[in-house]
Nanobody
Framework: QVQLVESGGGLVQPGGSLRLSCAAS????????MGWYRQAPGNQRELVAH???????TYADSVKGRFTISREYAKNTAYLSMNSLKPEDTAVYYC???????????WGQGTQVTVSS
């Protein structure tokens, strides 16, 4: 199981931008599926964005056009660039990685994103 460490969360005003990072340790990053999930108080954890090993991306309707998921293979790191942030984006954001051999992947510890004026 790989280790994932998220960073980049914080407090931003509505309309602001933020970039989250997910650094992965261990082997298999180049062939792994990766995603960003979020969970707000009282809500279930939901998929925000996903990227395959080949770079194909998928987004939740609520963030499509505002968020971008990417990965930098040389750094074993995935990113979530968030623009035009809204208060409803407030949540703990989690990085997820799944290797082809896994049914359930690995989770990071989460990073708090708060959008408020």
């Amino acid at each position: 199981q790989v280790q994932l460490v998220e960073s980049g969360g914080g407090l931003v005003q509505p309309g602001g931008s933020l970039r989250l990072s997910c650094a992965a340790s261990g082997s298999g990053f180049s062939i792994a599926q990766m995603g960003w999930y979020r969970q707000a108080p009282g809500n279930q954890r939901e998929l925000v964005a996903h990227i395959t090993s080949g770079g194909v991306t998928t987004y939740a309707d609520s963030v499509k056009g505002r968020f971008t998921i990417s990965r930098e293979y040389a750094k074993n790191t995935a990113y979530l660039s968030m623009n035009s942030l809204k208060p409803e984006d407030t949540a703990v954001y989690y990085c997820y990685l799944r290797l082809p051999t896994q049914v359930f992947g690995s989770w990071g510890q989460g990073t708090q994103v708060t959008v408020s004026s």
